[in-house]
């Protein structure tokens, strides 16, 4: 347990997320500043030391084993944990967060997200320090997430506050959560006009829209139960990874779906788009933002983004506001 231990280090586990991320020894080298065999004989010592193969070595490139696999997870798990002890330890000395993770999810408005960076960076509270760069002092990340991805980001610690949570009755938040309402996002079912559904008459029934394929956003959680909403049993689905791929993907007519409405209020308005009612009515989702409550958990940074999310407009702006138009402003 004690070699183990020994040669489970921060910079051992950085390491190895930085061979799997490149590929390589040889990139990865370049990467960290050091020679390939350097890295070679580092891994070596965290296989002996553990007793496992982490690299197949009948590959060329470099390939982690399933227990490659795992220390990379974990490591990088670990690696999350240790900056937020140093991130709670700063924060007690400041009251500013040395870094704030904002999961948001990818239907919100990208605009009124940016805007809100915007006003954050150009904060300038007397006492904190200031690098020319980062406003308080406050590293900020943004991570974009769908479905149940945004609550597993903040439920796993990888997210400080997410914005865009689904809110349903039956699946109360985690204990320590606090959890505000944003507001609805109403879905229209849409498809390019050259889609077969487009000349269709009358409201579409589940058994002619079997026939299409769908278009689908991919769930990004990777623990939590994925989530899948509009999609019919044995209907054909074509997945993508966004909100705006999956326009896209409709728009090229590639498949067809549920929008949400402020996505598609230009496309419709010029034609490329059309609007179709259906048999199956779709439910607006209800959001929300969530984050970890009480106690040193809730830093100036992190209270300064809740301030912003008290106010009715800028509510209204990420659900709402897919264009140029409407800026933030006061209530």
């Not at 009948?58 to 240790?82: F, M, P």
Request: hydrophobic share 45%; with cysteine; glycine share 8%.
């Amino acid at each position: 347990m004690t070699a183990s231990r020994n040669v489970l280090t921060p910079e051992a586990l950085a390491m190895m997320d930085v061979i799997a991320r490149t590929g390589s020894f040889a990139a990865a080298a370049r990467e960290l500043g050091k020679v390939p065999s350097a890295l070679t004989y580092n891994v070596r010592q965290l296989e002996d030391a553990l007793d496992v193969l982490l690299f197949d070595r009948r590959s060329r490139q470099a390939k982690l084993t399933a227990a490659g696999e795992e220390l990379l997870n974990e490591g990088r798990r670990l690696l999350d944990q240790i900056d937020a002890v140093a991130n709670r330890v700063k924060r007690v000395a400041t009251g500013w967060e040395t870094q704030l993770t904002v999961a948001v999810d990818g239907v919100l408005s990208r605009v009124t997200v940016f805007e809100l960076c915007e006003a954050f960076f150009a904060l300038r509270p007397p006492g904190a320090k200031i690098d020319g760069a980062s406003g308080p002092g406050t590293r900020l990340r943004l991570r974009t997430e769908v479905l149940a991805g945004t609550w597993e980001a903040l439920s796993s610690g990888q997210a400080d506050l997410a914005i865009g949570v689904g809110m349903r009755p039956d699946h109360p938040p985690p204990a320590g959560v606090e959890v505000r309402a944003l507001g609805e996002m109403p879905f229209v079912f849409a498809v390019a006009p050259h889609h077969p559904l487009a000349a269709y008459e009358g409201p579409i029934p589940e058994a002619e829209l079997l026939r299409h394929r769908a278009v689908a956003v991919a769930d990004s959680a990777q623990r939590l139960a994925p989530i899948t909403v509009n999609l019919l049993p044995g209907q054909d689905v074509f997945t993508v990874a966004s909100t705006q791929a999956k326009i896209e993907a409709q728009l090229r007519c590639l498949g067809c779906g549920w929008l949400p409405q402020p996505h598609t209020r230009e496309l419709v308005a010029t034609g490329r788009l059309v609007v179709k009612p259906t048999q199956r009515a779709s439910q607006p989702a209800r959001l929300g933002y969530a984050w970890r409550a009480g106690g040193s958990s809730e830093g100036l940074a992190l209270q300064w983004w809740l301030e912003q999310l008290e106010s009715p407009t800028t509510r209204r702006a990420l659900l709402e506001r897919q264009a140029g138009t409407m800026p933030l402003g006061d209530t």
